[in-house]
């Protein structure tokens, strides 16, 4: 298979996506904005906000949101993926480990994985350096 590469224009899309989402973030309780984007198979790009909860456990990640917005439109297969969170620096916003999980069900193990805050773009990383030896449809003898 032909290694996805990921293009500048592109790149700068899932940012401005992932910013304008995180600009809708509803986070009151740890007012910790997070915006994530998704590029899907047809170049298209779907983004999600946390959603947080009085009853905290419920409360949703911007991750989850995006995927389930591609999966709303008919979107299988995630080729990059951009947070964008408060912190730089040391603390570049990574996916939860939750969320790992979730991106592992769409990616493959060289999907790359940006971080962003508002001002800048933080460390790439693969899924498969976040989520290393993970469990995924393949072990369902899912293709
Ligand atoms: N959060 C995300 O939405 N995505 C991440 O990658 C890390 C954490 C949210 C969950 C919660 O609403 C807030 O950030 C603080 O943990």
Redesign the pocket.
Known sequence: MTPFLLTDVLQEKLLQAARAARSRAY?PY?R?R?GAAVLDEEGRIHAGC?V?NAAYPQ?V???AGALSAMVLAGGSRVKAVL?AGATAGASW????GG?RQKLREFCAPETPILTASDEALGPAYTLAQLLPESFGPDHLNMP
């Open positions: 986070a740890s910790f997070v946390n947080e409360g990640c911007a991750e947070v916003t990574t996916p939860c969320c």
